[in-house]
């Protein structure tokens, strides 16, 4: 990567900060708007196949939009493309509650998407340049607050929800309180920009081969999660016979399991390495799918679920950290890998959902499983993620001391 700074990076450990809350307000948003889910279904009286529909429009609109994200950085600058998308995205959120119709919605929904696929590659790129700064892993830790951010908003969400607040306002006041919490974050981000002479990468850029490899260990990661959020609570019911109450709380344990993993991530990552890391949480992840598979009551299948949390958690911040290492562009390379990874959490819950028709919703997390293990056999494609920052000549205590040092070209 050949990025450098028009300004120098006097206070890195507070960039750190700054960027940590931009994840943390881009999960906001999501846990948001899911909670208001169960509001607009009923506003417009959609069938669960029509809500189906809309609900694919946001990873339709990311997918889509990603690809411009490189060009966006290029042209803007590191700190001004996060401060435009994040409020961009922030702003979105109050745009599904106002929807008269299905297609609207639709159409509503897909804009949402397209900004947060673009926010989110935006800040991924910049969150890769500061670890470097650093001179340690920081990406598990920012995953990890975009995790928590959700679960916070989740639960202001869900008060509104229990006091029947119209989504129409309580959507368009949290955007704007986001928004306002954005500004001064991403002010204080570092202003990072390509080289002068580095040519311009095209309007909607392909991804580099090089990234699709990173983005096929994403996509393993990104299966289970999918899976896992979305029917462990349907898996405990129908094949374990758990209660209501104890499916219907399998989604909040199973996205803070994940949330606590990338917040400590990190230190893992720091000792072991990205490749072995993977391989662990491959190996992690693998015993959880076969505790699932064989579980026949709630006692064995919730930890199965536990573990496949804790060993996918750190993969996609992985993935990331190893796309930003890619060529001169990082934002392109991450935009190829969040864009496959991005797939796979699209079409997992409807390939669980497919083969479980077919065969077993046991049968299906057999599948998760073989992916988990798949972990194992690919991590050497993450090997570019590896903590190899010394090399670069800052040390991370110096990065932490030494003010007015610029990002060493990479």
Not at 214 to 231: H, K, N, R
């Amino acid at each position: 990567m050949t990025m450098t700074t028009l300004e120098p990076l006097a206070a890195p450990r507070r960039a750190r900060t700054s960027i940590a809350l931009v994840f943390g307000v881009h999960g906001a948003v999501s846990g948001t708007f899911v909670t208001r889910i169960p509001w607009i279904q009923d506003r417009l009286d959609l069938s669960p196949g029509q809500l189906g529909l809309a609900l694919v429009m946001p990873a339709i609109g990311s997918s889509l939009a990603m690809p411009l994200a490189g060009r966006f950085v290029h042209r803007h600058g590191g700190r001004a493309a996060v401060r435009g998308l994040v409020s961009l995205w922030c702003l979105a959120l109050a745009l599904p509650a106002l929807a008269p119709s299905l297609p609207v919605l639709c159409a509503l929904l897909l804009l949402y998407g397209a900004t947060a696929g673009m926010a989110d590659v935006a800040m991924n790129a910049q969150g890769v340049e500061i670890e470097q700064r650093l001179g340690r892993s920081i990406m598990s830790g920012l995953h990890g607050m975009w995790s928590a951010g959700g679960l916070v908003a989740s639960g202001f969400g869900i008060l509104a929800a229990h006091l029947d607040l119209d989504a129409r306002l309580q959507l368009a006041v949290t955007a704007l309180v986001l928004l306002a919490l954005a500004q001064p974050v991403c002010r204080v981000l570092p202003e990072l920009r390509a080289p002068e002479a580095a040519e311009a990468p095209p309007h909607f850029a392909l991804p580099p081969r090089s990234s699709l490899v990173i983005g096929l260990v994403g996509f393993c990661a990104v299966f289970g999660e999918g899976a896992s959020m979305d029917w462990s609570g349907v898996y405990l019911r129908d094949v374990t016979g758990s209660s209501a109450t104890v499916a219907a709380a399998s989604y909040t344990a199973f996205a803070l399991t994940m949330a606590v993993s990338r917040l400590a991530g990190d230190a893992v990552i720091r000792r072991l390495g990205a490749v072995r890391t993977t391989r662990l949480g491959g190996a992690v992840a693998t015993v959880g799918g076969v505790l699932v598979v064989a579980a026949d009551h709630p006692a064995l299948a919730i930890p199965g679920f536990a573990l496949i949390g804790v060993g996918i958690a750190v993969i996609v911040p992985l993935a990331f950290a190893a796309a930003g290492r890619i060529g001169n562009n990082p934002s392109q390379a991450i935009a190829g890998v969040a864009t496959v990874t991005y797939t796979s959490g699209l079409v997992a819950p409807a390939v669980i959902g497919a083969l479980a028709q077919a065969t077993s919703l046991t049968v299906s997390f057999g599948l998760v499983t073989l992916l988990a293990f798949a972990l194992l056999l690919s991590a050497g494609a993450l090997r570019r993620a590896e903590p190899d920052f010394p090399a670069a000549g800052v040390s991370a205590a110096a990065a932490e001391s030494t003010p007015g040092q610029n990002l060493p070209a990479r």
